[in-house]
């Protein structure tokens, strides 16, 4: 192959040398390929290539690759740089917390982890019937962008009482929904719903949020729903599972049913953390479901005249920030801790984040 050697290479033979445009070296060579618009005698420079990079020297644009977020590269790297038509922002890949960000946004990526308190476990009595268990509390993990400076709000929801609803737990804009109580009739609807008891016919689980959560199991003869999970519906008297999370960089459940109460057995804690169900010899109520897992209580059985149901446990709002971004900036005291370049910020409690 032979190899052609020029300091100038016109493209284009127009009359009008504007039409024209020349690839070329100074006259000095000093490492650079310039494109320039004319012919090669006297061409005027708009491109020019070397090893640090490539400069446009034009008023006019530079058209930048385009498409939806769907059509996003499936392997991005550093420096990428795109149109997103989805969002109609232009964005950029930082591989430090594997997002795509907004030039329109000062600000970085963040995960999270947000659930609601459970449900309180159904009340069981007279001899006769048996309470469900209290559903999960709601479930939402996933990634957001955060403006730098801006001051969000964390509400951890406290676990619900006997036959009471968790209260909701809140992170900037996003909502996870306080599990359904468990009932002697029927659960109530929540984050999961609650389990239904066995005071009478016709009774069924309380409905789960769809994204959050599920159904509270119905029950049957003398044994009671168990509370909906994060994980599945609530059973014959055994709580949904939870679902596990390694957003601390420990895989943990969260959000699991509290067990319904029964005349057979005392149910198992589902997932290790929902509240156990009572059974008719029992001279104790239904369990607490575990707290800062948003996971539901369990119900009572109905040896006494009123044997309790469990409370619910409490919910707990985590965030898995990159170091290199953390501000440092919270009041309501969270759990401060490291994962490999990520800082994890633990809320048990009430309070804020300043990104």
Known sequence: MSTVKSKKYQVGTDATATNNFTIY???????????????????????????????????????IP????????????????????????PEWYDSVGD???????????????????????????????????????????????????????ITVGAGGAAQTS???????????????????????AGGSGGGS????AGNVGGSGTA????????????YSGGGGGAGAVGGNSDGGIGLSNSITGTALFYAAGG?????GARTIAASGIGGTGAWYPDATGGGAGTVNTGSGGGG???????LGGGAGGSGIVILRIPTTYYSGTTTGSPTVTTDGSYTVVKYTSSGTYTA
């Open 300 to 306: 009572g059985a109905s040896r006494t005249s009123s």
């Open 99 to 153: 997002a795509w960000i907004p030039f329109s946004l000062d600000g970085y990526p963040l995960d999270y982890l947000v659930v609601a308190g459970g449900g309180g476990g159904g009340l069981g009595g007279n001899y006769a019937f048996n309470g469900g268990g209290g559903g999960a509390g709601g479930y939402l993990t996933n990634s957001s962008t955060v403006e730098t400076g801006q001051v969000l709000t």
């Open 25 to 63: 070296q100074p006259g000095t060579p000093d490492g650079t390929v310039r494109i320039g618009q004319g012919n090669a005698d006297s061409p005027t420079e708009i491109l020019k290539l070397d090893s640090d990079g490539l400069a446009v020297n034009t008023t006019g644009y530079l058209k």
């Open 66 to 89: 385009t498409g939806t977020t769907a059509q996003r590269p499936s392997s991005p790297t550093t420096g990428m740089t795109r149109f997103n038509t989805t969002t109609g922002n």
């Open 259 to 263: 067990g319904g109460g029964n005349d």
């Open 211 to 222: 994204g959050q959560g599920n159904a509270g199991g119905t029950s049957i003869g003398g």
């Open 197 to 200: 008891g066995s005071n009478g």
């Open 166 to 188: 968790g209260a909701n737990s809140v992170f900037s804009n996003i909502t996870a929904i306080g599990g359904g109580g468990g009932k002697n009739v029927s659960g109530l």
